[in-house]
C-alpha cells in the first residue's frame, strides 16, 4: 500500500534554475494539497486541488505553479527558485472535506 | 484572518510525566480540529475533533475541543522517548486545513 509518493526525496538547485516535484496517490482520493514547512512556521499551504480539474491557492502560492495532472497526480513547480524556497515540501491527500489528510514522505530542497 | 496559536513552543520533560499542549484558534466556518505527530518525516494523524467536550483517546493520548472557547487541549500520560516529537494541531476551514506553528516535545529518559 504506497498511499501517497512524492519524488525526489532531496534536491538542490541554483538560484533561477526550475524544477518540478511530483506527487502521485493510489488511494482514489480527491483532493491533493502541497505544503511547505519551515522551521518555527508549520505548515503552510501553497495550493490544493479539491477535486480533479481544480486548482485553488494557498497561503503561500508566490514562485509556484501546479498541475493536477489527472485524479493521481498532483505537480508542483518552481519556474525560477530562489533562496526563499529553501524548505520541505510536503504533499498530502484526502477522499472529501472534513477527512484526515494523509502526507507523503517530503522533499527537502535547498536553494542556493 | 484565519489563526491557529499552538502553546508552548516547546517543552522538555522527563518519561513519566504528564504534558499538556495546547491549540487556539481564529477561524471563520470552523468544521473540525485535527492533531497530528511528526517525527522525522510525515505528520501522522492522531485525532479529529468536530463536538465540543467529547474527550477522544488513543492509549495514553486523549484529547478535547472547546467550541464556545475556541480552544483544544492535547494530553499525554506517562510520557515516554518515544513521544519526542512535533505535535501538530490544525484547523478545517472550507476544503483547507490551517495548520499551527507546533510544539516541540522532548522527553528526556
Known amino acids: 500500500n504506497a498511499g501517497v509518493t512524492q519524488t525526489p526525496k532531496f534536491q538542490v538547485l541554483k538560484t533561477g534554475q526550475s524544477m518540478t516535484l511530483q506527487c502521485a496517490q493510489d488511494?482514489?482520493?480527491?483532493?491533493m494539497y502541497w505544503y511547505r514547512q519551515d522551521p518555527g512556521m508549520g505548515l503552510r499551504l501553497i495550493y490544493y486541488?479539491?477535486?480533479?480539474?481544480?486548482?485553488d491557492k494557498g497561503e503561500v502560492p508566490n514562485g509556484y505553479n501546479v498541475s493536477r495532472l489527472n485524479k493521481r497526480e498532483f505537480s508542483l513547480r518552481l519556474e525560477s527558485a530562489a533562496p526563499s524556497q529553501t524548505s520541505v515540501y510536503f504533499c498530502a491527500s484526502r477522499p472529501v472535506l472534513n477527512e484526515k489528510l494523509f502526507f507523503g514522505s517530503g522533499t527537502q530542497l535547498s536553494v542556493l | 484572518e484565519d489563526k491557529v496559536v499552538q502553546s508552548p513552543l516547546s517543552l522538555v520533560v522527563h518519561e513519566g510525566d504528564t504534558v499538556t499542549l495546547n491549540c487556539s484558534y481564529e477561524v471563520t466556518n470552523f468544521r473540525s480540529l485535527l492533531w497530528y505527530k511528526q517525527e522525522k518525516k510525515a505528520p501522522t494523524f492522531l485525532f479529529m475533533l468536530t463536538s465540543s467536550g467529547i474527550e477522544k483517546k488513543s492509549g495514553r493520548l486523549s484529547s478535547i475541543l472547546d467550541k464556545k472557547e475556541l480552544f483544544s487541549i492535547l494530553n499525554i500520560t506517562a510520557t515516554q522517548t518515544g513521544d519526542s516529537a512535533i505535535y501538530l494541531c490544525?484547523?478545517?476551514?472550507?476544503?483547507?486545513?490551517?495548520f499551527g506553528a507546533g510544539t516541540i516535545l522532548r522527553v528526556k529518559s
Open positions: 488511494m482514489n482520493h480527491n483532493s
Open positions: 486541488s479539491a477535486s480533479e480539474g481544480t486548482t
Open positions: 490544525a484547523v478545517e476551514r472550507g476544503n483547507k486545513l490551517v
